[in-house]
């Protein structure tokens, strides 16, 4: 069994270009050395904590966030302590022999936001954008912009085909194809959209 490794920027491109693996829209200049870069979109959900007393993982509350789309040139703030979920501009497809992970950019770091609280690892067969798990660290609001680089993918080789990729129909893929920012499923039934 080979070793698994993260891909090179020049793997990465030959990924792209032989159409194995999709991102679009799709800018030569956002790979990195081991990383390409994506974008924020427009798209955001917002937490409306005074619905409900508490978030039970037995039984999680639906309802609990609302969409809010914001247009390319205005600002979306968070503010401190703030979490909301937004997606990346890009549409991403893996092959089911390719896992990617999510990481905030070190420069966004510094500045005080996480684009991604645990949900970091891209299954293979995954289609759709990225939802971001977005939190403002400082005691300042932050500015988002849609388009602005937020965050960066980075790839690996699996050892072999993944025998049930994300989508396959026994899993239950809550997130395939999803193209805004989506809230949990959590505890959602296979197969079943909640």
């Given at each position: 069994m080979p070793p698994t490794s993260v891909l090179s920027d020049g793997t990465i491109r030959e990924l792209v270009g032989s159409g194995r693996v999709k991102i679009e829209p799709w800018d030569p200049g956002m790979v990195q050395p081991a990383s390409v870069d994506v974008r924020l979109g427009t798209s955001f959900r917002v937490f409306h904590n005074h619905r409900v007393a508490s978030i039970d993982l037995r039984d999680p509350p639906t309802n609990l966030t609302e969409g809010v789309e914001v247009d390319h040139g205005q600002a979306f703030v968070i503010h401190p302590g703030e979490f909301v979920l937004?997606?990346?501009?890009?549409?991403?497809?893996?092959?089911?022999?390719?896992?990617?992970?999510?990481?905030?950019?070190?420069?966004?770091?510094?500045?005080?936001?996480?684009?991604?609280?645990?949900?970091?690892f891209i299954d293979p067969g995954f289609s759709g954008t990225l939802t971001l798990e977005i939190t403002n660290l400082t005691r300042v609001p932050i500015k988002l912009y849609p388009g602005l680089p937020i965050a960066q993918l980075s790839f690996m080789a699996?050892?072999?085909?993944?025998?049930?990729?994300?989508?396959?129909?026994?899993?239950?893929s809550h997130y395939q194809g999803q193209v805004e920012a989506t809230e949990s499923r959590y505890g959602a039934a296979p197969g079943k959209v909640a």
């Open positions: 937004g997606r990346t501009q890009e549409w991403v497809e893996l092959p089911d022999d390719i896992v990617s992970r999510i990481e905030g950019k070190s420069s966004v770091g510094r500045l005080g936001l996480i684009v991604h609280a645990t949900a970091g699996l050892d072999r085909p993944a025998e049930r990729p994300y989508g396959h129909p026994d899993l239950g």
